[in-house]
């Protein structure tokens, strides 16, 4: 069983930033992808921002050119660096681990909360 922990999550200013950390207990070479969903209070989870093994990235429109994600040096880490919040990001931001044989775990999440 993969244990997925999220950290990093707080209150901030629109325009403030947040950082976000996820680690996996999964052995490094299984790992797949990683991502970060989100999830609003009376709306779906959705996509933010996902990383292959390889470094490849990919951003939901909403986020893109404010959000950054990226594998620290062990590779079961991920970030999400936050930039220029806006009140509409508020809500529970969860790690997302795929490994090759594509099940995925997910964490707990942690609470982003954005005031105008």
């Known amino acids: 069983q993969v244990q997925v922990v999220e950290s990093g999550g707080g209150l901030v200013q629109a325009g403030g930033s947040l950082r976000l950390s996820c680690v996996a207990s999964?052995?490094?070479?299984?790992?797949?992808?990683m991502a970060w969903y989100r999830q609003a209070p009376g709306k779906q989870r959705e996509l933010v921002a996902t990383i292959t093994s390889g470094g490849s990235t990919n951003y939901a429109e909403s986020v893109k050119g404010r959000f950054t994600i990226s594998r620290g040096n062990a590779k079961n880490t991920v970030y999400l660096q936050m930039n220029s919040l806006k009140p509409e990001d508020t809500g529970v931001y969860y790690c997302?681990?795929?490994?090759?044989?594509?099940?995925?775990?997910w964490g707990r999440g942690t609470q982003v909360t954005v005031s105008s």
């Open positions: 999964e052995r490094i070479f299984s790992i797949n992808t």
């Open positions: 997302n681990v795929r490994v090759l044989t594509a099940a995925d775990y």
